[in-house]
Structures are given as structure tokens and as C-alpha cells.
């Protein structure tokens, strides 16, 4: 089978199968895989954290222990919280053993920005991803992409090993100044790659929009679902559509669109402008995408692509709703930067604004649509400290310390950030160490503190140590951010180290 050529497939995005009292509906889940595999279309994509992390193991069960393996196509996709080259393997050895398969068809770098990519080229990710295709354990490598297009161009320009690319079109983004739909299509199309399309339906959203937009058109949703597929399934250069089909007849819908699917004619064409511009309209946050706003913020707030989603949850009138790909989505916008609810309302973004948005009042409703509440931050943080504190104790059962850890790596002098309840039972551990000791404290409150180290506050010089050791785990990544810009030794959180010595 060329499974290049054979395309545009259908491809059956595993994250949105059906739920029974919270659980998911396995009857109805496997009912729905088994229509799709009755079909002219086989590929599967996942990822490790994908239905409440059960997306692997839901597709060994319904299609690798129930199918020949080579009657259908897997993707899955490597993880962003790569720390080390290490991890890379780590992953990918992880995610082959719960889907039960020697090899996957296609494997992807995920949720490519600006600083993901990055990332991978620091570690080697891209090297990695070329080593699994040499080893026969990955037919086709590439990677998904959500930034804009001239970084696409830069990847492509630079990593012509990749074999092909997925990214987000839709009717609505096509001309997206945030998205860019169009342009980073032309920009694969320009390098030859094959084109994987993710969210050609917006998340169920083009199917759902407001009632008057359906009586304008006289459509419903299923019109609407498939006019949206045919929009992109009539690009030229599209291998796979994927669509999150929860329910049997998603999947018999769809797959009749793309086996009819053909050029546009010219009423389907109007259709769609009249439908982008209605809903376009609808959009209440006039943000042009310019990028001023972000030039002096503190918190590297990516502003725009944040009031792009708000937009996206504003359909239906006054009520903003949320669906979980468009979480997903937040997670890989602010993936490294600041969050919406990290804004300090400092007000530098608006003074910049030339359309004189209130960006912080939008800050603040994003932060309570695709974030935490408080509650549930308190409680997660009370979470991760009983689990660092457990595991911490199985450690000290065992005979052990997290004295070898500082060894094996060759740190003898380190800082200690956050100086709680966790962060004053680690110093008075490594008190207790001969070959590393504590050259000073950054917290918040370094200035009403008072501890028999010396402290600083995370936003003064940082003296170069061999280690800086994070105690507030749960926030690992946000503080690892800002302390990067200031400091160039390893960063790493307590639960490594915790994990390292167990
Ligand atoms: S108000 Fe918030 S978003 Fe605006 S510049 Fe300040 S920190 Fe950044
Ligand atoms: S400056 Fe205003 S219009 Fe420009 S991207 Fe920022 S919020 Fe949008």
C-alpha cells in the first residue's frame, strides 16, 4: 500500500469518543471504530494524553488486538514536557508498549511553536525523530504546527527529512491573521509535503453555529459538517483529514463526504463567504493579530492568539463555550510563555494597542474559561506536594538520600527556589550532605524571610550555581521559564531528583 498516494483518508482523531456517567462508553466506542474500519479509510491518530490519557490503550483494544496490523494506519505523537534527550526515548518506548505495536506508521513532533521547536533543536528532538524512521520502528515522520508561517518555512527549509506536516484548516481560518490557515498551506505546498489537516470542523464548532446563521442558510448541522470537510478535503495536496467522530454516524457522514468529494461548485463557494462573514461578524474582539500588544509584556503573554480562542468560544451569542480541543489549543499557545492568569495587569499591553482593546478584562475572562480556578489550583498544589512528600519518604524507607543524585551529576553547589514548608525541609536535608551544599534561596518573599541562608527574590541578579532546584513542583514550567532568561546553569524540580532516587 502507498499510503501516501491512497489519500485523502479520513483519519479518525481519537480524543472525542463517547462518555457514559463519566466513564468512558466503551459498547458505543468500540461500535463507532468498528463502522469506521468497515470502511475505505484505517488511520488513527493519537497522542499519549488524549482522552484522559486512555486514547493508546482505548486503540489497542478496539483496533490493534482486533485487527490485522496491517489493515490500519497509527499516528501518535511524542510529548511536549521533553526535559532531556533522554525523554525522547523514554516516550516513544512508553507509548509503543501500551498501543502493543512494533512500529507506528507515522509519528509526529506535537504542537510545533516557536518555542517548542526550539526546544527540540537544544535536545536533539528532530535527530531523535530521524533515528526511529533508520530503526524501522516509524515509516513517516513530521510534526504538527501551530505558529505562523514564516517559522513553518524556516522548519521546512531546514528539516527536508520530515516527511510530512499536519496543521489547522478550516473554512474560518483560511484567511486567519492569528491561525494562517492559508498561508501555511501554501507554505507546504511549496516544500512538497503532504498535508495532515486537524480540525477542519473547528472542533464541532462549524457544525455549531448560531440559530440564525443555520436559518439564513437553511442548514443544519450535518450540512454544515460537511461543507466544512468539503472545503478542505477539495485543497489540492491533502493526505488526511482528521476528524474526533463520536458517534456512528459521524463516521458515516463524513466518510460519504470525502468518497464524493470533488472541486467546489460555485453555490457551496458562496455558501462558505457567507458563512465566514457572518460568523466573522460575530466575533466580538476586533484584535487585527498585529502583535503590538505582546512587544513589552512582562509575562510574554501570546495576547492575540489567546483573543483569537476567546472569539472562537463566543458563537453563540453572549454564553462563551469552551470545547476541550480548544483547551488543547490554549495549552499549546501559552506552552513556555505566560498564561492568561499570569497577566499582572501592569496595562503596558493596551497602552500599545492601536485598536485600544481592554486586554486584561479579556485576560481575566480566558483565564477563568481555559485555566484552573482556584479552587482546583489548591487543590492540584496540595496534590503534588503530598506526592513529592510521599515518594521523598519512600526514599529515606529505603536507606537512600538524594545525595547520589547531586553526585552522579557533579553539582556540589546549588540554589534552592521556594522557600516553603517543602523548600525548608530540603535545605535542612542537605545540611546533612558532604559532597553539595546551598549557596542561597530565591523566593517571592526573600524580603520578610528569615532562614540561615542567605535569599533573593526571583527578579535579582541570580548568582551562577551548578544547580537550581525547584520546590513548588507544580509549577515547574512557568518557574523554569523565568528563571531561564537569568541563569544558565540546569534547572530541574525536586520530584526529578525524588524520581531519580527511588
Ligand atoms: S497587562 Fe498583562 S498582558 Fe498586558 S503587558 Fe501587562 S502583564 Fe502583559
Ligand atoms: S495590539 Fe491589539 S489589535 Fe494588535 S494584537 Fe494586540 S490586542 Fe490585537
Redesign the pocket.
Known sequence: MNYLSEFPQLGFGVMRLPYLDDKIDMEKAQAIVDEYMKGDFCYFDMHPSYMGKQAEELVREFVVKRYPRDSYLLADKMPLNIKEFADYGKYFNASQTVCGVSYFDFYLLHAITRDVYERHERLGGFRYMQDLKEQGVVRYIGFSFHDKPELLDEILTKHPEMDFVQLQINYLDWESPVICSKKCYEIARKHSKPIFVMEPIKGGSLANKTDSLQEDEKLGASDLAELALKFVASLPGITVILSGMSEVGHVIDNRKTLLKVGELNERERQLIQNLREKITKVNKIQ????????EDCPQRIP??SI?ALLNACGKNGETLQVYPYQKRIYSGYVFNKGTAGSCIKCGK?EN????K?P?REYLAQAASLFEKSPTEVKLQRATYKYRTLRDWMKVLQSGNSLEPYFKYKGFGVMAVYGIGEIGELLIQEIKNYKTVRIEYGIDKKAKILVKDIPLVEPDDVLQEVDVVVVTPTFDFENIERQLRSKINCPIVSLDEIIKWCL
Open positions: 484584535c487585527t493579530a498585529c502583535g503590538y500588544c505582546m495576547i492575540p483573543l499591553c500599545r494597542c492601536p485598536q482593546l486586554i
